[in-house]
Nanobody
């Protein structure tokens, strides 16, 4: 079964930058929307940014102007460039993708990564 593998989390000072990456662990037939969500203890998981296969993006108001989502379609990889990080950006960031695993399988399945921790602290 396909898994989403994230990388790039870590500890960064306020005002710093990090880049997250996410890709499926196996070949897939097609991927529609990919995105990033984040979760902080005591809060609901929230959307950070999404990007369609055609490149249309959507951002949470809290990250507009600071975060940029992009994807490499041939590599099935989605990135999240995070700049001007704030302590309130501290969270576990989860990758999400709508994947059709094989041509013989109709429909798309929603997959989640295991999450990568981003800590913004001095």
């Amino acid at each position: 079964q396909v898994q989403l593998v994230e990388s790039g989390g870590g500890l960064v000072q306020p005002g710093g930058s990090l880049r997250l990456s996410c890709a499926p662990s196996a070949n897939t037939y097609s991927i529609r929307t990919m995105g990033w969500y984040r979760h902080t203890p005591g809060k609901e998981r929230e959307l950070v940014a999404t990007i369609t296969s055609g490149g249309t993006t959507n951002y949470a108001d809290s990250v507009k102007g600071r975060f940029t989502i992009s994807r490499d379609n041939p590599e099935n990889t989605v990135y999240l460039q995070m700049n001007s990080l704030k302590p309130e950006d501290t969270a576990v960031y989860y990758c999400n993708a709508e994947i059709r695993e094989a041509m013989i399988r109709l429909g798309y399945t929603n997959y989640w990564g295991k999450g990568t921790l981003v800590t913004v602290s001095s």
